[in-house]
């Protein structure tokens, strides 16, 4: 929270896309990332707060105070539906965590967040192994690949009636339905059109 406090208009680089931290954690400066999506805002609010800052400085006021961010932080989270309990520390978190999910060194996430022991970062790898999706049984992936269903037609000698259906038949010589009938063909008939126009319709 004091780290978002005490930043300054100096240490936002647009061209780079970093934020430096002055005496953050372990009294020690570091560099963090600035996303693209929050450049062209971040950029309207400083042409738009110089005269905000100008009058606080006539009233003798020092700058931001904690209580107004987590006041602004809590009613985005409301105004977002956001049901969970939302903090200032919540977006540091989540900016851990999403790191970790896009694949970042942990390292590299540990010199953007400024600890000072690896093993403190690491402990959002396990966050990280609760939100990763869960592994697919072999079963599920081997009922999703099914034969596409045979298009069956109806071949009796009546072109005028008979329409083409769409049909799997579940085992081999069982009756079939015809498209302009709705029935099924079964008996001494069927195995006639079987023998002179083949298939086991």
């Known amino acids: 929270m ?3 406090c005490e930043l300054r208009v100096k240490d936002v680089d647009f061209d ?6 002055r005496q953050g954690k372990g009294d020690k400066d570091r560099a963090t990332l600035l996303g693209d999506a929050a450049r062209d805002p971040l950029r309207a609010h400083l042409r738009t707060s110089e005269e905000c800052f100008a009058t606080d400085r006539k009233a003798g006021v020092a700058g931001i105070s904690d209580s107004v961010i987590q006041k602004a932080v ?3 989270a409301a105004k977002a539906g ?3 309990p939302v903090s200032v520390h ?6 851990a965590t999403h790191l970790l999910l896009n ?10 967040l400024g600890h000072a022991q690896v093993e403190t970062t690491m402990v959002y790898t396990h966050v990280v192994k609760e939100l990763r999706t869960p592994a697919r049984s072999p079963l599920d992936v081997l009922s999703a690949v099914r ?6 037609r109806c071949r009796w000698p009546d072109p005028p009636r008979c329409q083409p259906a769409a049909r799997t038949s579940a085992r081999p010589g069982s009756p079939s339905p015809c498209a302009h009938t709705g029935t099924a063909r079964s008996g001494r008939r069927a195995r006639a059109w079987r023998r002179a126009y083949g ?3």
């Open 2 to 4: 004091s780290e978002c």
């Open 16 to 21: 780079q896309g970093l934020l430096f931290v």
């Open 74 to 76: 809590k009613l985005a």
């Open 82 to 84: 956001i049901l969970k």
């Open 90 to 95: 919540t977006l540091r978190h989540s900016f």
């Open 103 to 112: 694949g970042v060194d942990i390292r590299q996430i540990q010199d953007y």
């Open 147 to 152: 034969p596409p269903a045979r298009a069956w």
């Open 199 to 201: 298939g086991s319709g």
